[in-house]
């Protein structure tokens, strides 16, 4: 086996020990934990931003974004959140369990029934890295063209849900929805997949649902 191979099942034999601790903490504070993974701009924070809004005063929210430079996603959330932690990866292109760790010691998980994850904005790497959440949200938008999920294939496949955003401009792009559907049920034929247009609302009462009887089963799971 190569030198480089060596390394990189190393480094994440690391990562997945660190995300195990990270789960186990979650489960005993019954924290049902979503990592969301999407592109850049497909709408990852602009959805964050009305769930949070929407969930205020039912659910007790809070939020870790992972960016590469700026705060922008965070300030954007803490409009409607007053826990949101921002993770700056510098040249990293997606988020690592250490990164979680060091951010959940700003959050006080006394308060929190789910925590969300903004994972930096890219479908391939943030895959391979578990963070120690319960589930992993892919998400798409019609403007980047019906052929991603096949493209993406992992991200599909471990996906525990799905969303494709952006519903609202359909009449506008050339998107074959049922292209984009047959290959998202080849790859995962069970996760449900949200239709949403996050910015008229359009679609997201039932990913709403989804995320309350998340929490509602993760509240009851034992620890
Ligand atoms: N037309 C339309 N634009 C959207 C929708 N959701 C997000 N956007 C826009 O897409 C751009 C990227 O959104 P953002 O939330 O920053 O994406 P992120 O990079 O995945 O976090 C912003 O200009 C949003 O206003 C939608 O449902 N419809
Ligand atoms: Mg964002
Ligand atoms: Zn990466």
Known sequence: MSREVTIVENVLRVNDELAGMIRRELATRRIFTVNLIGAPGCGKTALLERTLKEL?????????VGDLATAR??????????????????????????????????????????????????????????????????????????????????IVAESAAMILN????????????????????RLNSK????????????????????LKQGRAAKAQARA
């Open 56 to 64: 205020a005063g039912q659910l007790r929210l809070a939020v870790m």
């Open 191 to 210: 996760a449900p997949l949200f239709e949403l247009s996050v910015t008229k609302g359009d679609g997201c009462d039932s990913w709403l649902n989804w």
């Open 73 to 154: 996603d965070a300030q954007r959330m803490a409009a409607f959140c007053d826990q949101v932690v921002q993770i700056n990866t510098g040249k990293g292109c997606h988020l690592e369990a250490n990164h979680v760790h060091q951010a959940l010691s700003r959050i006080d998980l006394g308060r929190v029934d789910i925590l969300f994850i903004e994972n930096v904005g890219n479908l391939i790497c943030p895959v391979a890295f578990d963070l120690g959440q319960d589930v992993k949200v892919g998400m798409f938008s019609v403007t980047e063209g019906d052929d991603k999920p096949a493209k993406h294939p992992y």
């Open 166 to 185: 952006k519903t609202d401009l359909l009449p506008y792009v050339p998107f074959r929805k049922e292209i984009f559907m047959e290959d998202v049920r």
